[in-house]
């Protein structure tokens, strides 16, 4: 609350001096520390009249402040109370049964066991309220995880910054390769999608991007035929209102695809060869070349193997992260 309130507050409680416990209740009730979610609705008028019916006494005597501090005291449990955003209403209505039932009650039963009653009757009905989203980690303003806090009367969002980490992608230089703009929480339907690249570059400075054309009936994902080293970012959201940016590093081998491939059948030819090859015990001759041709081709084995483990540790690093991707895409 702006300090100029709190002064004005403060002159009206000096200017009508026969009503001080009015205006310095109103004055407390909007600050946000003291809120116990049971004030966060009802107005101080409503409280101050409820009490006045309870205790048959003005805002300035002793018994009305007690009944206020009484209220106050009750609804301190519910300080703890956190829905979503989509439920802030049904809780002040909540809120608004209980105070009612309340002035429905006065004179009928004590003050005190009066709001023991709202407060289990406020329980018994938020149990049955569906519970906010969590926050997933670690990246992205996540509107459907928005809460509403009663310790603070106020709204609250995941703390996590817009910009996701950096991923890597392993390709080549002759290879398409698929990227996907997805997120694993919901998003709103419509939202646009903005495909920006720096060549050269592992970079999430936005200044540096440029943006290129996505597929408009694909929109999620970006096709790159021939690709190029430097990092690949989209947007989801409004450049004013982004949602999440997420950013692609492109290692890209000079290699080729079709030399893997040449090299996988390479490997499995040698491999079959030797699985087929029957050795001859009785000519020394023979088995002599035989244990040398061996030697050579399980050291031509090994040569193959160790460099087919390493393009096939880069492909399928960026396949993963494609695939996991994908998995995200379904289910916004």
Known sequence: MAWWLVALMLMLA?????????????????????HPCLL?????????????????????????KECLDTIAEAAKPLASITVGLGQREELREIVMDALYSL???????????????AVNTIWAKLSRLEKAPACIPPCGFQPAARVF????????????GLDCPVQDMWTYTDETIV?????????????????????????????????????????????IEEPAPGTVACRLGEPSKPIVRKFFYLNVSEGSVEEEKGLQAVFGT???????????????????????????????????????????????????????????????
């Open 14 to 34: 000096l200017w009508h001096p026969r009503n001080p416990g009015l205006w310095l209740w109103v004055l407390m009730s909007c600050l946000p520390e003291v």
């Open 40 to 64: 966060c609705f009802g107005s101080p008028l409503q409280r101050a009249r409820l009490c006045r019916d309870i205790t048959g006494a003005f805002a300035d005597k002793i018994r009305h």
């Open 103 to 117: 002035e429905e009650k006065s004179g009928k039963k004590s003050l005190r066991e009066s709001l023991q009653e």
């Open 149 to 160: 806090r009663c310790a603070s009367c106020s709204f609250g969002d995941c703390q996590f």
């Open 179 to 223: 990227l996907r703009c997805s997120v694993p929480f919901p998003i709103p339907a419509g939202v646009p999608v903005t495909w920006m690249f720096v060549p050269n570059l592992r970079t999430q400075d936005m200044s540096l991007f440029k943006e290129v054309k996505g597929d408009p009936e694909k929109p999620f994902s970006l096709t």
């Open 270 to 332: 040698v491999l079959h060869w030797v699985d087929d090859k029957t050795p001859q015990p009785h000519i020394p001759a023979m088995g002599l070349a035989l244990a040398v041709g061996s030697m050579v081709f399980i050291l031509l084995l090994m040569a193959i193997w160790k460099r087919l483990c390493v393009r096939q540790t880069r492909h399928r690093g960026g396949q993963q992260g494609t695939q996991e991707d994908s998995r995200s895409l379904d289910s916004v």
